[in-house]
């Protein structure tokens, strides 16, 4: 198994353009999520679903989208950058069993905006 | 946004000396807390994990010890060694399909 895969690694845009950041697991999760991980600021949820075509916000979702058609992909979208999403962005996936969740994250998606 | 308020924000230990770490939690529906391990330019990966009807869990050099009552939990490193420098994050979750909420990270650095 591969896991939980992320492209590009690193991105550079300018202030105002668009992207689409690419997630993929192929362990059959049903639970997939996005984090920005910020200096000091730990892990933050910006969106997540549970089952394809189920989504829902997390902690900062302003400026993202995303949709879940099928299990394995969960891209994460980038309407107009900002500076301010300059950031460190991992997609995690997880199952829950018995009452109890392992996330598994993916290499982490480095965006740089100008 | 339930939070988990974690710290100290950076520890600095001897090799061979103890790491601590300790995480605060408010939500009493949390019912799973679990490490998470990241080195630099990785992403996070589980490192052990406790349920509240333990009060303590060992594996191998990493113990998490749990206070239901305070709503606190700690994760304690013995013998620490430099391979163990990395960002550690404590988490919550509750049942059913609610997100992991994390701690804001505490950044180890294990010197010789």
């Known amino acids: 198994n591969a896991g939980v895969t992320q492209t590009p690694k690193f991105q550079v845009l300018k202030t105002g353009q668009s992207m689409t950041l690419q997630c993929a697991q192929d362990m059959n999760h049903e639970y997939m999520s996005w984090y920005r991980q910020d200096p000091g600021m730990g892990l933050r949820l910006i969106h997540y679903?549970?089952?394809?075509?189920?989504?829902d916000q997390g902690e900062v979702p302003n400026g993202y989208n995303v949709s879940r058609s099928t299990t394995e992909d969960f891209p994460l979208r980038l309407l107009s950058a900002a500076p301010s999403q300059t950031s460190v962005y991992f997609c995690a996936s997880s199952y829950q069993r018995e009452g109890q969740e392992t996330q598994y994250f993916g290499p982490g998606t480095r965006l740089l905006v100008l | 946004q339930q939070q988990v308020k974690q710290s100290p924000q950076s520890l600095i230990v001897q090799k061979g000396g103890i790491s601590i770490i300790n995480c605060a939690y408010e939500?009493?529906?949390?019912?799973?807390f679990p490490w998470y391990q990241q080195f630099p330019g990785k992403g996070p990966a589980l490192l052990i994990a406790i349920r509240p009807d333990v009060s303590e869990k060992k594996e191998g050099r990493f113990t998490i010890s749990f206070n239901k009552s305070a709503k606190q939990f700690s994760l304690h490193i013995m013998d620490s060694q430099p391979g163990d420098s990395a960002t550690y994050f404590c988490?919550?979750?509750?049942?059913?399909?609610?997100?992991?909420?994390f701690g804001k990270g505490t950044r180890l650095s294990v010197i010789a």
């Open positions: 939500n009493t529906a949390f019912d799973y």
């Open positions: 679903s549970v089952g394809a075509g189920i989504t």
């Open positions: 988490a919550g979750v509750g049942a059913g399909n609610t997100p992991l909420v």
